[in-house]
């Protein structure tokens, strides 16, 4: 299969993606996860444990690198204009983390409708091991 790189972007452009993945968008797992933060910003989600994601900003100072909860992952929203765009974790076993579909240019209109998630009953360790097998890898150029 061949690999499709996506583009995703902030409204201003000042943090943006890159998505690579062999899956169709019509097989993409969408999930909107139930926490407050995600809720508040109508995030829905998507990543390809065999696929990669890279995060860029145009300036390091205008990326926002937010963590709640647990504080085991950092939100990357953008400073300028407040668009969450994604999220990455760093373990022993490499960086991972998932997009923000909303954020793709252009939108693409044949997703799958998103399951919603709530991770709030997984303990610390059951957390890291699902991010780690179900999120995309990040490549060591991200943010």
């Known amino acids: 299969?061949?690999?499709?790189?996506y583009l995703a972007r902030c409204h201003c452009g000042a943090?943006?993606?890159?998505?690579?993945?062999?899956?169709e968008?019509?097989?993409w797992s969408v999930r909107a996860c139930q926490c407050s933060f995600c809720r508040s910003h109508g995030a829905l989600t998507t990543s390809d444990p065999s696929g990669s994601l890279?995060?860029?900003g145009s300036?390091?100072?205008?990326?926002?690198?937010?963590?709640?909860g647990g504080r085991t992952a950092e939100f990357l929203i953008c400073r300028e204009?407040?668009?969450?765009?994604g999220v990455q974790m760093e373990t022993d076993k490499g960086r991972f983390g998932v997009l923000n579909v909303l954020t793709l240019r252009p939108l693409l209109m044949d997703l799958q409708a998103a399951v919603p998630m709530d991770y709030g009953v997984e303990t610390a360790e059951v957390r890291r091991l699902?991010?780690?097998?179900?999120w995309t890898p990040v490549a060591a150029e991200s943010v």
């Not at 299969?1 to 790189?5: F, G, L, P, V, W």
């Not at 204009?81 to 765009?85: F, I, K, P, R, S």
């Not at 699902?130 to 179900?134: G, H, I, V």
């Open 54 to 56: 890279v995060f860029r």
């Open 81 to 85: 204009c407040g668009v969450y765009v």
């Open 59 to 68: 300036d390091p100072a205008r990326v926002s690198r937010y963590r709640f």
């Open 130 to 134: 699902r991010r780690e097998t179900r």
């Open 1 to 5: 299969m061949s690999t499709i790189e």
């Open 25 to 27: 968008p019509s097989a």
């Open 15 to 23: 943090l943006t993606a890159r998505y690579r993945t062999a899956l």
